[in-house]
């Protein structure tokens, strides 16, 4: 969806022509010669945004939305925003809001271009904006904790503590309910999002809240903890909000990115990258992880950090893939004869130096080196997220079964250079049909599929482990201020309570 040539002299004639009538408004406002104006064409919304060359966005800062990570702003809502942006060859804004009812307040008021905050379209929300071609299908699902009594009905719900966020479809839905189970009551806050609604029921803060089951997903394996009551009902369509106003351009435009991105398919490939290895972890491996972030990843994690560092790797990915291979346990052996942390054959640990696979330090070092290896040989015109998984999938598998799977994929008519493409095919290494056509024969190729699902996972969970960690070392002391000014203690306290002791040990 690159601009083209034209295009971009265009956008830039067009910049030029909407600052000099902007100048030329202002100087006629200051002489009075505003008459000179009369008649003329103010520019459309589509063209404003071109002019200034940037789109801005009105979202809530949280896991589903957008948030600070290692790189920079990341996110689904931002990753979509930013190619709706690309494509028009403008820079991307977000404008912050944690209300849910200022975000739909302020669009519907056109003080924003148009709002993307994982909105929910309701009977209720239509009345005041306008939606643009759903995204993605959600339910909305009740949670409990682990080990409590189920709820099977909202009957069930009834005398619970029940807290959602404010405005929210949740709130919306709750309000439906209560016609029918009048003496339902909840609580709803604000300022918080659906990963601390999900921590306070891990935590035993609350009974009972309802989140978004892409929220949910993103969340069972940070706080294991929390289970799926029942789903509140049928599913329900995330979209981009707009005012409803005369001027359409912008939403027109917004119209024609959407089906762009589900015929080219850039929208799954998106879903791909943010939800597409969150269903791998179960609950027990999920409880495990977190109990050995607290115990036995500390042994390592300097030195991981230090390795990675020389090798220009992400350090929470080296400690997903020692995690996978070890579980953090220095002395691991398998069945086949690999040892160690990063669990190395004796040819590997010759090729990379390794004289002990048992020393942590050696088998670290020589695993990361190793990685970076196979990294580097992936082709240079393979971009990121797709590299790093095809190279974990070559770390795996081999490198010389990962091009069999590339060059299976391409015959196949898929594209050989995405992963949710290529892993689709891997498994057909290990079917006689497929192995004889190819170079290198017959591979497991099930298990880089699951290896590379359950790699994602763990640093999924690492890395919002320090996101948890930034965000209370930013927020603690304000947040127990406000919390002490209040008695009984507020949810607002009981969460920081929750943060702080996050995740919580076994």
Not at 140 to 147: A, E, I, T
Request: hydrophobic share 40%; charged share 25%; proline share 3%.
């Amino acid at each position: 969806m690159a601009s083209t040539a034209a295009q971009s002299t265009a956008t830039a004639l067009l910049r030029t022509v909407f600052r000099q009538a902007m100048r030329l408004a202002s100087a006629c406002a200051v002489v009075g010669c505003s008459a000179l104006l009369v008649g003329s064409r103010m520019p459309s919304q589509l063209e404003q945004v071109l002019a200034l060359g940037e789109l801005h966005i009105l979202s809530r800062n949280g896991s589903t939305t957008y948030y600070e990570g290692k790189s920079g702003t990341t996110g689904f809502e931002y990753t979509l925003g930013k190619a709706f942006a690309d494509s028009l060859g403008v820079k991307l804004v977000i404008d912050e809001e944690e209300n849910l009812a200022g975000i739909l307040g302020k669009v519907k008021e056109d003080r924003y271009q148009l709002g993307a905050s994982g909105l929910t379209i309701t009977q209720e929300r239509s009345k005041q904006v306008m939606f643009a071609e759903p995204y993605m299908d959600v339910t909305q699902q009740v949670l409990y904790r682990r080990g409590e009594p189920r709820p099977r009905s909202p009957a069930d719900l009834i005398g619970k503590n029940i807290l959602v966020i404010a405005n929210s479809a949740h709130a919306e839905h709750l309000r439906q309910l209560k016609v029918h189970f009048p003496a339902l009551k909840w609580q709803e806050e604000a300022d918080i999002e659906m990963i601390d609604l999900v921590a306070m029921i891990d935590n035993g803060v609350i009974d009972h809240t309802i989140v978004d089951s892409n929220a949910f997903t993103v969340s069972r394996n940070i706080y294991p903890r929390a289970q799926v009551a029942f789903d509140t009902g049928g599913t329900q369509k995330l979209a981009w909000a707009f005012a409803k106003q005369r001027d359409m351009s912008l939403y027109k435009e917004a119209q024609k990115f959407f089906a762009e991105v589900k015929s080219n398919g850039q929208l799954d490939e998106i879903i791909e990258q943010y939800y597409g290895h969150t269903n791998e972890m179960n609950q027990g491996g999920a409880l495990v992880f977190a109990n050995r972030i607290e115990t036995r990843l500390p042994k390592w994690e300097a030195y991981i950090q230090e390795v990675a560092l020389e090798f220009d790797l992400d350090w929470q990915l080296i400690a997903a893939i020692s995690y996978q291979e070890s579980h953090w346990n220095a002395r691991a052996r398998s069945r086949t004869g690999v040892r160690g942390l990063m669990m190395l054959t004796q040819t590997t640990a010759k090729e990379m130096g390794v004289s002990n696979r048992l020393d942590p330090m050696q088998s670290i070092y020589g695993g990361t080196k190793y990685f970076r290896k196979i990294y580097d040989r992936i082709p240079k015109d393979i971009t990121n997220p797709d590299r790093t998984w095809l190279a974990l999938a070559s770390y795996n598998v081999g490198y010389g079964h990962m091009e069999d799977a590339r060059i299976l994929t391409e015959k196949l008519g898929g594209n050989p250079d995405k992963w949710s493409d290529v892993r689709k095919h891997l498994p057909k290494l290990a079917k006689r049909a497929y192995y004889r056509q190819t170079k290198y024969g017959y591979a497991r190729g099930w298990e880089p599929v699951s290896y590379v699902q359950n790699i994602r996972s763990y640093y999924n969970v690492l890395a919002w482990h320090e996101q948890m960690n930034r965000r209370q070392l930013a927020t603690a002391e304000q947040l127990l201020q406000e919390a002490s000014a209040f008695k009984p203690a507020s949810h607002t306290e009981n969460a920081l309570k929750v943060a702080i002791t996050f995740p919580a040990t076994l």
